[in-house]
């Protein structure tokens, strides 16, 4: 979050959440009436605990997406790309995998 509040006036336009646990990471670091899009699969819990009253005196949007189609990654991607934007990354893939053990 520290990476955020210095490169940002007030949290990011958009999260992206692709693990469900990272969910309250997100939306504490959208902005004020930012979104945060969360997809994939919650081995360990299927419950994640956030602050409602910041998320709704925020007026965070919060969009879920469930067995999206290949061209749904594509066009996101595609977006992404033609506005240079760059991700931070919370987590590698083998810092969850430990995690999960």
């Known amino acids: 979050m520290r990476a955020i509040n210095e490169n940002t006036d007030g949290g990011v336009d958009a999260a992206i959440d692709s693990i469900g646990d990272t969910l309250p990471m997100a939306l504490d670091a959208v902005r004020p009436e930012g979104t945060v899009v969360t997809f994939g699969v919650l081995e ?45 990354i919370s987590k590698s893939i083998k810092d969850a995998q430990s995690s999960m053990s």
């Not at 299927?46 to 879920?64: C, P």
């Open 44 to 88: 360990k819990s299927s419950t994640v605990q956030i602050d409602i009253r910041r998320f709704y005196l925020r007026h965070t949007r919060l969009i879920g997406i469930h067995n999206a189609s290949g061209s749904y990654l594509k066009e996101a991607i595609n977006f992404m790309v033609s506005r240079d934007v760059r991700p931070f």
